[in-house]
């Protein structure tokens, strides 16, 4: 909105005449009708219509201010309503709410506010009360103008910081796409990976497991024992898996009804996009901690040949190799499998044993290659150690990629810069690792992004 535009229409309120009340109500107007004009977004259409009238449920309304598409800066929704009195009592704050009960119910996502002036005598009991049924927002307007302020100087913050990773991230694909083009690299891929493609996440995968070979349980249920089991999926597999004949069951299980069902590679274009890296030949190995072999079907769509692996290597040929180190219950061949790693005691045996083949494998391709780390949430303690003990004998050059969401701790802006601090941490955590984080917000981001970093270099004249 031109600042002009809305001075004029301030002077203008101000100008009109009436009684003491009538006018002290309408410099209280004209301070917030300045206030929110300064921070609507034209080019979305916000306005804001004063005066506006309504007829709900046969019976008229009137109220100062009507914002019908919201103001997106301020976090306020569409068809929200202001009404401002300069002295508040208690019958015009109960007739106030009456209003905002029928305006809520033809519009349940808008918001009421009731705005007064400093010398309202309503007493704090009523006016308690009266914020408790949360029909009206309910504010001092000295107190709105100044959250006003407040909410505009954050939200150029949090822009402000959204600008600051996203052109970062422009960089660190910019250095990855060099490495791609320049190094030998290795795709680690995690449960996210299947997940595109319609696969279970690892909650998904245990909670189904606990179903089948425990009792029947609830969602509830799932995540208390999984909080007693510390939020470990390794200690969850544990409680879950008791002898070799329920392993034998919970294998067939997950074959037939898990980690197959609903999945449609076609629909993946995070698969495509990794089909894609894999085409360029510039890939020299994959690692996958999934159960499911998605990833050797689609790379065959793409006459691919592919080698998948769940003990120590064979000879290789021509094939890429895929290295299924939690093991493999293949969907086409499922007499042709590996006892899938699930367990605590499992996964101790490959902790202990540095010469264990999954250790070798990943040690290699962390020490002599490039490596990706695509669907991984980059906890595991396992694939934490090896990055340390790779790290730490390489010459600290940080070059390994991880694809990481912003997943926030607070959902308020309040805690922003809470939020930031947990991010910053995370990234300072995996390049003490040797790993690049390339943020996303959204799973989508990740195939564009992957398609740039195998993209042709461009020589720049």
């Not at 101000?14 to 009684?19: K, M």
């Not at 005066?51 to 009507?66: A, C, H, P, W």
């Not at 809470?418 to 917000?441: A, M, S, T």
């Amino acid at each position: 909105m031109d600042i002009d535009n809305v001075l004029e229409k301030r002077n203008q309120l101000i100008d009109e005449q009436g009684g003491y009340t009538a006018v002290r109500e309408r410099l209280l107007l004209a301070r917030v009708y300045f206030a929110l004009g300064l921070r609507i977004d034209d080019g979305k259409g916000e306005s804001i219509i004063l005066s506006y009238k309504n007829s709900i449920e046969n019976r008229m309304v009137l109220f100062d201010i009507y914002l019908p598409k919201g103001i997106s800066i301020l976090k306020i929704p569409a068809n929200s309503v202001i009404e401002i009195k300069g002295n508040l009592i208690a019958d015009a704050l109960h007739r106030s709410n009456d209003i905002a009960k029928l305006w809520k119910h033809k519009y349940p996502n808008s918001k009421v506010y009731l705005l007064y002036g400093e010398n309202s005598i309503v007493s704090e009991t009523v006016l308690r009360k009266a914020k408790s049924l949360r029909l009206s927002d309910i504010y001092k307007v000295d107190k709105f103008i100044s959250d006003v302020e407040k909410k505009k100087k954050l939200n150029d913050t949090i822009r402000q910081e959204e600008k600051t990773w996203k052109e970062k991230r422009i960089a660190i694909l910019d250095s990855a796409q060099f490495s791609f083009r320049e190094d030998n690299c290795t795709l680690f891929l995690g449960a996210g990976v299947s997940q595109d493609a319609g696969g279970p996440s690892w909650n998904t995968l245990l909670m189904k497991s606990v179903k089948r070979l425990r009792k029947p349980l609830t969602k509830v249920d799932f995540n208390r024992i999984y909080k007693a089991c510390s939020m470990s999926p390794i200690i969850m597999g544990r409680y879950i898996v008791g002898d070799k004949k329920q392993k034998e069951i919970l294998t067939k299980y997950l074959h037939d009804y898990v980690l197959y069902k609903d999945v449609d590679i076609k629909e993946s274009k995070l698969i495509s996009a990794i089909c894609h890296m894999v085409s360029t030949r510039k890939i020299e190995s994959i690692i996958t901690y999934n159960y499911d072999d998605l990833i050797e079907t689609a790379l065959t769509q793409y006459n691919i040949e592919v080698a998948s692996l769940f003990s120590k290597s064979r000879s290789l040929k021509d094939e890429i190799p895929v290295y299924h180190v939690h093991g493999l219950i293949p969907e086409k061949t499922p007499d042709v499998q590996s006892t899938p790693v699930l367990s605590e005691e499992e996964y101790h045996a490959i902790y202990s044993d540095s010469y264990h083949w999954s250790n070798v494998e990943q040690l290699h391709a962390l020490d002599r290659n490039t490596c990706f780390f695509i669907g991984l949430s980059m906890t595991d303690p396992n694939l934490r150690r090896l990055l340390d003990i790779s790290h730490k004998d390489s010459d600290k050059e940080i070059r390994h990629f991880a694809f990481l969401k912003r997943e926030k701790l607070y959902a308020s802006d309040k805690k922003h810069e809470k939020n930031e601090v947990h991010f910053r941490i995370i990234e300072n955590q995996l390049e003490d690792l040797g790993v690049n984080v390339i943020w996303y917000e959204n799973h989508k981001e990740i195939p564009p992004m992957l398609e740039k970093i195998c993209a042709e270099l461009k020589l720049v004249e």
